[in-house]
């Protein structure tokens, strides 16, 4: 918790753009690698579906430890864990770019992970805190950076690797992790003095982060017994998170409506926006030829029109409520992907370019109505958990959806009709992500 809550829309600005470096640094690794998988399987001499673990393991390392960012926001204060966080990233990016092996990598990027993972739910909890009633007027200023990255993460990943080789990819973040770090130190409010309120949920952190690793990996590498036992881990951590009065992630939660519907539009649309950036390069890549830097640029339209919705996402709030942007997010989406999920046929440039262009207004319209009804609808003192809950529940989705599609994509023949195939089961989560989103409130709050 903050000693003193921003008194100005500026000084929320400036809380809010220190935090948000530490989003996108954090957005942006988690793709920036897209569009280097093809080159760094080729260099490790690794085959692509193991190489694909690089993108994938980052959101399940990052699932990992989400869920103590509530216990440790509570014990340590927001400032120094999110301090912490951004360091340990900082030193992961700089081993990924030493890495070996493919195997040394993807243990490296799981170290990465661990410090990502942090990052975003305890910033976020620091400016929901900060911001209270204001939140959803500033809600545009901290999405845009965090919504874009993923979109923008393949175009500066493929300057980097067709210039300077996939190791920059890593190498050329390192700059914005330092300055983050020193940003931090000198403009982050100090933290009330914080004390051990509830003890470690100790059987939980054996329970739930070994549970999701467990079936985040069976479900990525076919593994069915490894993903059952992953199961059986999280249903015990059901039982046993009932029992007790501080468990790690707290399932009371899902007692407030907006949590529960936050979190199920959260794990549909994690799993459709990660795992189909993905796909979009080794699209370009692998069927039209493109160079990295090539495949990276012409996803750029997604990004414009990512950053076009966001700009205006808090005006779009008060006018429209939660339902109908996300409704129109989520249908926008669906029109963006039909022409993709129709590769077979060889669509024209033309049609892909304005589907991306589509596509990303739609993904721009999905982030800000649940993030803004889920902590307006709290109490401030429970934003530090829910903000961990629902960070695990995004990363989840993206991790398990990349991991899906990956294994769709390699069971078909090789060619268009592969990704076409590929992106039709990202219809599908699109189609599933409406579900939740019908139960969104009409109104600009919950």
């Known amino acids: 918790m903050l000693t003193h809550a921003p008194a100005t829309d500026a000084a929320l600005r400036r809380l809010g753009g220190v935090l948000i470096m530490g989003a996108v640094l954090s957005v942006l ?6 569009v280097g998988i093809g080159v760094i399987a080729r260099d490790l001499d690794s085959s692509l579906p193991t190489v694909q673990w690089v993108a994938s393991v980052y959101l399940l390392a990052a699932s990992l430890t989400i869920p103590l960012s509530g216990w440790l926001t509570d014990r340590f204060g927001g400032r120094r864990v999110w301090i912490a966080a951004v360091g340990l990233f900082t030193l992961g990016t700089v081993l990924c770019g030493f890495a070996w092996s493919a195997p040394a990598l993807i243990a490296f990027r799981v170290l990465h992970g661990l ?3 942090l990052m975003q739910p305890v910033g976020q909890a620091i400016f929901a805190q900060a911001a209270g009633p204001r939140l959803g007027r500033m809600i545009g200023v901290v999405t845009l950076p965090a919504t874009v990255a993923p979109v923008l993460g393949p175009m500066l990943g493929g300057a980097l690797v067709q210039n300077l080789g996939w190791r920059w990819l890593f190498f050329g973040v390192v700059p914005l992790g330092v300055a983050t770090l020193v940003l931090a130190c000198l403009l982050l409010p ?12 100790v059987r939980g952190l054996l329970l739930l982060p070994t549970g999701l690793g467990a079936l985040g990996y069976g479900l990525g590498e076919g593994a069915g017994f490894l993903a059952v036992v992953g199961a059986a881990l999280l249903v015990a951590y059901g039982f046993h998170a009932r029992r007790v009065n501080s468990p790690l992630l707290d399932l009371k939660l899902f007692s407030h409506k907006a949590f529960t519907v936050a979190s199920a539009s ?13 796909l979009l390069p080794l699209y370009y ?6 160079s990295a830097l090539t495949a990276g640029l012409l996803l750029a339209p997604q990004a414009l029109g990512s950053a076009a919705v966001l700009v205006a996402g808090g005006r779009l709030l008060e006018r429209f409520g939660p339902r109908a942007v996300l409704l129109s997010g989520i249908g926008l989406s669906f029109v963006g992907t039909v022409a993709f999920a129709c590769l077979g046929a060889a669509p024209s440039p033309v049609l892909l370019t304005a589907s991306l262009l589509v596509r990303g207004i739609g993904l721009g319209a999905t982030t800000t109505p649940g993030m803004t009804m889920l902590y307006t609808s709290l109490e401030r003192s429970h934003i530090p958990r829910a903000a961990s809950a629902i ?24 060619g268009a009709g592969a990704f ?27």
């Open 29 to 34: 690794d988690a793709t920036i690698v897209s």
């Open 115 to 117: 410090g990502g993972g």
């Open 190 to 201: 100090r933290d009330e003095s914080a004390g051990a309120r509830d003890r470690l949920d």
């Open 266 to 278: 959260t794990f549909l649309l994690g799993a459709s926006l990660y795992s189909s950036m993905l």
């Open 285 to 290: 890549e692998q069927v039209e030829r493109a």
């Open 391 to 414: 960070n695990v529940i995004n990363r989840i989705g993206g991790s398990l959806g990349t991991a899906l599609l990956v294994s769709v994509l390699h069971s078909c023949p090789p």
């Open 420 to 446: 076409g195939t590929t992106f039709t089961w990202a219809l599908g989560l699109s189609v599933l992500s409406l579900v939740p989103a019908v139960f969104f409130p009409k109104g600009a709050r919950a």
